[in-house]
RNA sequence: GCCCUCGUAGCUCAGUGGAUAGAGCGUCUGCCUCCGGAGCAGAAAGUCACAGGUUCGAAUCCUGUCGAGGGCACCA
């Protein structure tokens, strides 16, 4: 629709330089916009007012010129010229009918366009440590990186998912140490419990299984060998818990990386990819030995300080994997290289972004800062405290609202923005819950199909896609669609694949649950003011069942994009 | 102290340098002989934190102030 619009300012411009009414050689870019109110049209391009001076007119002259050569076009209403030389445009009836039919034979690809040229990006996100459960802040990066995901692939993107595992360090000791203690309580032994070990229910419940599984014996073993023996069973039984619970909210990763593996040796036996990282800078000159340690100078990319790579006692730092994780990422061949970070991480932007541009890879890789989410129970807050072990985890949350509601939630908001989530609102069955509001919607849709068919409405095996397909032939009576609700409905229905667009460009996901709800609202009120099946009108009936079909055409893929389903039925 | 993000209606938030700044909730007033009322219509509600600047034009870009959150390790 955007592209119409600007065709037909651009013919209309081309036509009247061809005609010696405006004195340019070229004709300019033509920029169209939505207006912010609706009441001045369906577009508005300020080209006149770009181009008056090269022109040789004033803004408003040239505008109406522009303007009465679109004029009288079948695909335009009106055209008006308004304020210092804006052009307003509102498209005709019969632009917004031609839309119905484009719908119903693109139907689920509906909104497909080509912004990535089926260039490759990859989104990193979740990657939640492997040594406990999941906050539900995790949650919202899921829901993000997921429909982020989505919508890129419908912008014609080639996309990959992965999950960075940080299956090394620190916190895998500690969290062996801690599953270690737990058994040889429960094998009755005196055990003093880690000073900074995991205190949650679920290292009990591990141990418990490794017990079960495996007797007593580990508990008069060495220490070390227990340790790293647990290590692995508990992170690879919490590792499978993850991957399940994301999976129970529909989001699946195409790669599990391993950090481990970042430290190994070659697959020739050579240097790992930590290592060659490393020779990489400091071929660039990019490193330097302090104090014993070998330092990275990211303040030659913007960074506050220099930082460490290699401690002094030989250890590398968690960045220095991080290093050579992103130089992998980019020597896998990616167009962009996207990371969803929790906000806690964006102290880490700079050296990350000092470090891509040092492998000489800046600007290729997109830092997106997920902000926090706050709990709430009916506006009041759900208290979480890590000491205690009281908390809702991510699972917890699932548990209770259900998929739907927590992803189309998680999404509602801007990422930058913290999202305050409602537990008992998101399990509320009214209007005031938004994604009953829009499920409602498709639901109801989809009775009017059934009751189309004149068959019983209680018959849950009639396939609504093929039932519409197969009721609706090619050719419509569409031009009786003219009502301000009928209008009103396709142009909302016309602008899914702007939106597509706008939230691919912006990595901006909540832009699809606001036109879902915009675009219910818009079906809501059609419902109200038009009454669809007629047996006294035929052809109106089939008109409007084109609009309805289309309509739950566009809500359906909507929520594909949004990963939450479409409802024939509540 | 330094860095990052944010500050828009009573509340929660949209808003791509454009025109008279929008939506939901809440408040108030209405609409069911009729395809699903889990719906619809209407009303009231604003110093876009504040002060400068850039621009023909600023909620949007720049600088400063105030306020909120987060980050400032040879932790991850």
Not at 147 to 158: I, Y
Not at 181 to 206: D, M, N
Not at 366 to 395: A, D, Y
Request: hydrophobic share 45%; proline share 3%.
């Amino acid at each position: 629709m955007r592209e119409l619009a600007a065709t037909l300012v651009r013919e209309a411009l081309v036509a009247a330089i061809e005609a010696g009414e405006v004195g340019l050689s070229s004709p300019p870019e033509v920029r169209i916009e939505r207006p912010r109110d609706t009441s001045h049209g369906d577009w508005a391009t300020n080209v006149a007012m770009v181009s008056a001076k090269a022109a040789g007119m004033n803004p408003r002259q040239l505008a109406e010129t522009i303007a009465a050569r679109m004029s009288g076009h079948e695909d335009v209403s009106a055209v008006e010229v308004a304020g210092p030389g804006f052009i307003n445009i509102r498209l005709s009836a019969h632009a917004l009918q031609r839309v119905l039919t484009e719908v119903r034979s693109a139907g689920t690809d509906f909104g497909r366009i080509d912004q990535g040229e089926g260039r490759r990006v990859q989104v990193e996100f979740v990657s939640a440590n492997p040594v406990g459960p999941m906050h539900v802040g995790h949650g919202r990066w899921a829901a993000l990186g997921d429909s982020m995901a989505r919508v890129l692939a419908h912008a014609g993107w080639d996309v990959q998912r992965e999950f960075y595992v940080n299956d090394q360090g620190v916190q895998m000791d500690i969290f062996a140490k801690s599953v270690a203690a737990r058994y040889l309580e429960l094998c009755g032994r005196e055990v003093e419990f880690p000073e900074e070990g995991y205190r949650g229910a679920y290292i009990t419940e591990i141990a418990r299984e490794i017990l079960g599984d495996e007797g007593e014996r580990w508990a008069d073993a060495e220490p070390a060998a227990r340790e790293d023996h647990f290590r692995e069973k508990a992170y690879a039984q919490v590792l499978a818990h993850l991957e399940h619970v994301l999976h129970s909210m529909g989001v699946d990763f195409d790669v599990w990386f391993s950090e481990r593996s970042l430290h190994q040796p070659a697959e020739d036996g050579g240097p790992s990819a930590v290592e060659r990282a490393f020779d990489r800078l400091r071929e660039a000159g990019h490193l330097y030995e302090h104090d014993g340690a070998l330092w990275f100078r990211s303040t030659a990319f913007g960074d506050d300080k220099d930082r460490v790579l290699k401690k002094a006692d030989g250890s590398y730092t968690y960045f220095a994997a991080d290093i050579a994780y992103h130089a992998d990422k980019f020597d896998r061949g990616f167009d962009r290289v996207i990371d969803i970070w929790g906000a806690d991480h964006h102290g880490y932007v700079k050296r990350m972004e000092a470090a891509a541009a040092a492998l000489g890879h800046e600007g290729k890789l997109e830092l997106v800062i997920g902000q926090l989410v706050n709990l709430f129970r009916g506006g009041e807050v759900v208290r979480m405290s890590k000491r205690t072990g009281e908390m809702v985890t991510f699972e917890d949350l699932l548990d209770e609202v259900g998929p739907d509601a927590a992803r189309y939630f998680f999404l509602r908001r801007s990422t930058d923005q913290p999202l305050d989530f409602d537990i008992a609102l998101a399990k509320e069955q009214s209007s005031d819950n938004p994604v009953y509001y829009v499920q409602y919607a498709h639901a109801r849709i989809c009775a009017i199909l059934r009751k189309a068919t004149g068959a019983d409405t209680a018959d849950t095996s009639v396939d609504i896609a093929a039932t519409a397909g197969t009721l609706l032939g090619k050719d419509a009576p569409l031009h009786l669609l003219d009502s301000d609700a009928e209008l009103a409905l396709m142009r909302k229905i016309a602008e899914f694949p702007e939106v597509v667009e706008i939230a691919a460009r912006l990595l901006a996901p909540h832009k699809l649950t606001r036109y879902a709800e915009e675009l219910a609202a818009s079906f809501h009120q059609f419902y109200t003011q038009c009454r669809v099946v007629d047996p006294d009108d035929a052809e109106l009936t089939t008109a409007r069942l084109h609009v309805v079909d289309a309509s739950r055409i566009a809500l359906a893929t909507v929520l594909g994009l949004v990963g939450v389903s479409a409802p024939e039925r509540m």
